[in-house]
Nanobody
Framework: QLQLIESGGGLVQAGGSLRLSCVAS????????MGWFRQAPGKQREFVAG????????YYSNSVKGRFTISRDNAKSTVYLQLNSLKPEDTAEYYC????????????????WGQGTQVTVSS
């Protein structure tokens, strides 16, 4: 399993941007499917983006498609989530997660999780 540490969260006005980073420690990062989830208070955790291990194919939930971009740099063992055109409803704790192989467009099977980074969008 990987150990994951997120950073980049903060307070931003609606319409603004943030870039979240998730650095992984452990071996064979390039063999892991990576994902970003978020959870707002009182709401279920949502799978917002995934990126495949093999060819960096990407998945986005309908709620973020066209605004968020997931990417990875295997040389740096890092996955990113670029958040653009932020809305107050994007306010949540954002978590990075990893699973060995697996489907990049499915929320199941993620075994390694980061501690989360808070994103707050003011109106």
């Amino acid at each position: 399993q990987l150990q994951l540490i997120e950073s980049g969260g903060g307070l931003v006005q609606a319409g603004g941007s943030l870039r979240l980073s998730c650095v992984a420690s452990g071996s064979r990062f390039s063999s892991y499917t990576m994902g970003w989830f978020r959870q707002a208070p009182g709401k279920q955790r949502e799978f917002v983006a995934g990126i495949s291990w093999a060819d960096s194919k990407t998945y986005y939930s309908n709620s973020v498609k066209g605004r968020f971009t997931i990417s990875r740099d295997n040389a740096k063992s890092t996955v990113y989530l670029q958040l653009n055109s932020l809305k107050p409803e994007d306010t949540a704790e954002y978590y990075c997660a990893a699973k060995y192989g697996g489907d990049y467009d499915k929320s199941i099977g993620f075994a390694s999780w980061g501690q989360g980074t808070q994103v707050t969008v003011s109106s």
